[in-house]
């Protein structure tokens, strides 16, 4: 038996931990070459080899060769843990057969699926889903058939539709194996007479406005735009316009539906339910008069999930630890949320436990679970994420289990609503975990079952540096690299210190950090909320733009800290839900986000991808809903698969690509010969790691190999004269499209070159990039008389054949990601060309180490006047840049200067610098660019 790597598997909440499941993504380097995942175990701290299951995710080279070695596997198996402290396990491999665990037992055949696992065993029917068609412990029916069942949604109009009402269009074993097994459902939602759950109950200005000559006018421009002339039909709808031209609004509503996964475990007689509602109708439909309408919104009343159980006499019940006696009527626990002070919100939230009119306890946050058991049996009900996805419930109807994802409003919000809204475009997963036998025979079995739900074990490779060192992911700069020049030491030692403000406010002087700001801004929790934050008070929502949940996964694996994981559950759980536009009739626009100023006013309804207009700025954006070829990540989706093996993730990943695809070589024709030009540079950088991201997983060449064609046919028919430059219409460049694209191509060459494809003419290109930034985008920098110091520093924009003008050159901002062209240019000529190597490699540090001593934005104003540089570093005429002290320091913030462009700023500087950083990593342990 060989050690591959520890595991440190640590407990943070305060309560020891035995036998708790934990499944973690883990990856391998190359060099280990272990193709077979039999080969490896677990070892437990005594040295014991313990029961656990592997799944390959990814593998170096197709992930459908089983003899290519694994380059990331899921690790599943029961683990220990003190209280606030950590227990070692081993990853090790082994010729020895593998540890013979309790093993579920797995039978599905066209009438559905049953598993038992050795502690209960569970029934799904191909008929409907109802939760559970029948759940037997020890022998005894705890869960039978009943229509009562599943999840039930009810309308305005009082009409209640359910999952048990239809039948699913999948029904499945998504994954199984000897510890875990998953069931996929994916089904919608019928009422009594068999009429399925539609939206469109929302925004009547469609139905009523009488068209105008005005937009009859703009109608038929945008057929012109989009070429669509000859598709015109009478009886489309003049009112509206968009590219497909074929607007008839009844007929593009469509019905609500959902996607469930149970995953259940050996021995256990837990359930965990994932349920994701989906509303995928409507695509990006204008009405000319009101500028966006949500066609297939849907208001309603509620939607619960509800499961009778049989537990014989009930002896006991309770909800949130607070007893009620279910004879006595319907019991229910609300959490609830109120600004008392939205300065603090731990004096926003309230629960409280009612029966029969009169309270039975209260509290601020609740964890949220139910308990019942009787003289047969027990049962319980658990939630994630209760008090953060406000509002919810959880009730003891009799004998039947309620969970209110979203429950009926007993009396309006703080907003004054009393109903729900669910926006097109959107999803928003739900998970419970249900509770049956010995676990939820007692209040105390079923708090241990809410509590291991709501604060799991955390694992971490052991030692952290492992993630990084392996290669796995690609140019990832370890956290610690030890660097010889004093200044550019000090430089990477508060880059690492602004990137802990993510998660630990003592690292901040303004005292803030992502889960400060929740606690303190106010409007970043409710189940639309939870998982993004405002970038402006009361107005627009993050979004997850410029990827901070993949930069937080990023630095878990740069650092080891599980914060970072803490952080970047939560952002991609937004991400994957709200912040992706999921419409499956508009292939342009599916899998992709909103524009950055697209939002809405805080608590709008559908706030992260309906286009608004804005009063504030210079120009309003109705173009701005779901922007297909811009603002457009899946970091998150690609690491949150690796390090979860969540498939929900890996799912939203393909969306993603799907919709860049269709856009590029659908709508622009990249699949032909002609090349394609588009000034919208960025556009075609972070397409490139769509496909480099999913490129991680399957290891198909072809997507390397498209990836690279956006470069070869696109952005290097964008350049300018051969330059290095990216041409606008006007005869300029502006630093938004020369830098933006090039760490995606920097990311695109690693990849390229190891996937064998001639990667000549993209390192001819990074060449003349680096000569064109360093000649002329970039003013060098300079000491002053007096000793004070002028950066690297650039101006907005200049004349493709002109140069910065040292006088008026303020931006330093962008630095974060050109440092990293220079240092991997450098790192690729240091053997072959070690003269111009240098050259690049020093001034790729220089660029990193001026951001992160002096300025991460822009340098003051000689005048002192502030107001009279705007955001992109633009000054007013006759404002020159003031030099720096050499001694001065910026003080390290989470809210950078600019604060309404807080998502902005700090994901450049989250997601930047790791070529550069890894180039370090490199030459700290000796390693060669061959």
Excluded at 81 to 103: I, K
Excluded at 448 to 457: D, E, G, Y
């Amino acid at each position: 038996m060989r050690l591959i790597v520890s595991l440190r598997v640590s407990e943070r909440h305060g309560s020891a931990r035995s036998g708790e499941a934990v499944s973690v993504g883990i990856p391998f380097p190359e060099h280990l070459g272990i193709a077979d995942p039999a080969r490896l175990c677990v070892v437990d701290p005594n040295g014991s080899v313990v029961p656990s299951q592997m799944r390959v995710l990814s593998r170096w080279g197709d992930l459908a060769d089983a003899t290519a070695a694994i380059r990331w596997a899921l690790i599943d198996f029961a683990a220990d843990a003190p209280a606030r402290g950590s227990a070692l396990y081993r990853l090790a491999l082994t010729d020895a057969p593998p540890v013979a665990p309790a093993r579920l037992r797995i039978d599905a055949d066209a009438s559905g699926i049953r598993i038992d696992t050795g502690a209960a065993r569970f029934v799904f029917s191909a008929e409907r889903f109802a939760l559970f068609e029948h759940v037997i412990v020890d022998g005894r029916e705890v869960v039978s058939p009943s229509g009562a069942n599943g999840f039930v949604a009810t309308g305005l109009d009082g009409v209640r539709y359910s999952t048990a009402l239809d039948r699913p269009r999948e029904l499945r074993v998504e994954e199984s194996g000897p510890l875990r097994a998953v069931v996929l459902v994916r089904g919608g939602f019928r009422d009594e007479a068999g009429s399925p759950w539609m939206g469109g109950n929302t925004s009547p200005e469609w139905r009523s406005e009488v068209p105008s000559a005005e937009t009859a006018k703009t109608y038929a421009w945008g057929v012109d735009v989009f070429g669509r002339a000859a598709e015109q039909r009478p009886e489309h709808d003049p009112r509206w316009w968009n590219y497909r031209c074929d607007t008839q609004p009844e007929r593009m509503l469509r019905p609500l539906t959902y996607t469930a996964r149970i995953t259940l475990r050996a021995g256990s007689s837990d359930a965990d339910v994932s349920f994701t509602l989906e509303n995928e109708g409507d695509s990006v439909r204008f009405l000319v008069a009101h500028m966006s309408v949500g066609l297939n919104d849907v208001a309603f009343a509620s939607l619960e999930a509800r499961l009778r159980v049989e537990v014989g006499a009930v002896a006991r019940a309770a909800l949130e630890g607070v007893a009620v006696d279910p004879r006595d009527g319907l019991a229910e626990l609300t959490q609830e949320h109120a600004a008392v002070d939205p300065a603090d919100e731990s004096r926003n939230f309230a629960w409280r436990v009612t029966q029969g009119g009169a309270d039975r306890g209260s509290g601020a946050r609740a964890r949220g679970w139910s308990h019942l058991a009787g003289a047969s049996g027990g049962a319980a009900l658990a939630r994630a994420n209760f008090w953060q996805d406000f509002p919810q419930s959880l009730a003891i109807d009799g004998s039947t289990l309620v969970a209110g994802l979203w429950p009926a409003y007993r009396r309006p919000d703080e907003w004054g609503e009393s109903h729900h809204v669910f926006a097109h475009g959107w999803h928003k997963t739900h998970v419970l975990r249900c509770s049956f036998g010995a676990s939820a025979a007692d209040a105390a079995g079923a708090d241990r079952a809410a509590f291991a739900l709501s604060a799991p074990l955390t694992l971490v490779a052991d030692p952290p540096s492992w993630y990084a060192d392996s290669g796995a992911w690609g140019m990832i700069g370890r956290a610690g690299v030890q660097v010889a020049d004093p200044l550019l030491a000090e430089a990477v030692a508060r880059y690492e210190q602004e990137r802990r403000t993510l998660v630990d406010a003592a690292e901040a002087e303004d005292g803030l950090s992502l889960p400060r700001l929740r606690e303190t801004q106010g409007n970043c929790y409710g189940w639309q909320y939870h998982g993004t934050f405002l970038k402006e008070a009361e107005v627009r929502c993050s979004a997850c733009h410029y990827d901070w949940g993949g930069s937080a996964w990023m630095h878990f694996m740069r650092t080891g800290d599980e914060r970072f994981a803490d952080e970047a559950r939560v952002l991609t759980r937004h991400h994957a839900d709200l912040d992706q536009y999921h419409v499956a009739n508009d292939a342009w626009h599916d899998g992709m986000q909103a524009w950055e100023g697209v939002g809405s006013h805080y608590p709008g309804k559908r706030p992260f991808h309906a286009a608004t207009v804005r009063a504030d700025g210079p120009y309003t954006h109705v173009l701005g809903a779901a922007q297909c070829y811009t603002h457009t990540w899946s970091g998150s989706f690609a690491l949150g698969y690796l390090l979860t093996g969540d498939r929900r993730l890996l799912e939203a990943l393909e969306r993603t690509l799907s919709g860049a695809r269709a856009w590029w070589w659908g709508y622009m024709k990249l699949g032909g010969e002609k090349p394609v030009p588009c000034d919208q540079t960025r556009s075609q950088g972070w397409c490139i790691l769509h496909f480099l991201n999913l490129y991680r997983i399957t290891g198909e060449r072809a997507l390397v190999e498209d990836a690279y064609r956006l470069f070869a046919h696109s952005l290097l028919a964008t350049e300018w004269k051969k330059s290095g430059c990216f041409a606008m219409g006007d005869g300029r460049t502006i630093q938004t499209f020369f830098i933006y694209p090039i760490e995606p191509l920097v990311d695109l060459h690693y990849w390229a070159t190891r996937a064998g494809i001639d990667t000549s003419e993209l390192t001819s290109f990074l060449r003349r990039w680096c000569d064109y930034a360093r000649d002329r985008f970039y003013a060098p920098p300079r000491i002053t008389a007096d000793g004070r110091y002028f950066p690297w520093r650039n101006n907005y924009g200049i004349d493709l054949d002109g140069r910065a003008d040292p006088d008026t050159a303020f931006c330093l901002r962008f630095h974060t990601m050109s440092c990293s062209a220079f240092a991997y240019l450098g790192w690729l000529l240091r053997d072959s060309e070690p003269d111009a190597s240098a050259g690049y490699t020093r001034i790729g540090r220089e660029l990193f180490r001026d951001h992160y001593l002096y300025t991460p934005t822009q340098l003051p104003a000689a005048s002192g006047d502030a107001a009279k540089i705007n955001f992109y570093g633009q000054a007013e005429p006759g404002e020159r840049p003031a030099p720096v002290d050499p001694a001065y320091r910026y003080p390290i913030r989470f809210r950078y200067s600019i604060q309404r462009e807080l998502e902005k700023e700090q994901g450049w500087a989250l997601r930047g610098s790791q070529p550069l950083l890894w180039t370090l990593a490199q030459e700290a342990k000796g390693a060669n660019p061959g």
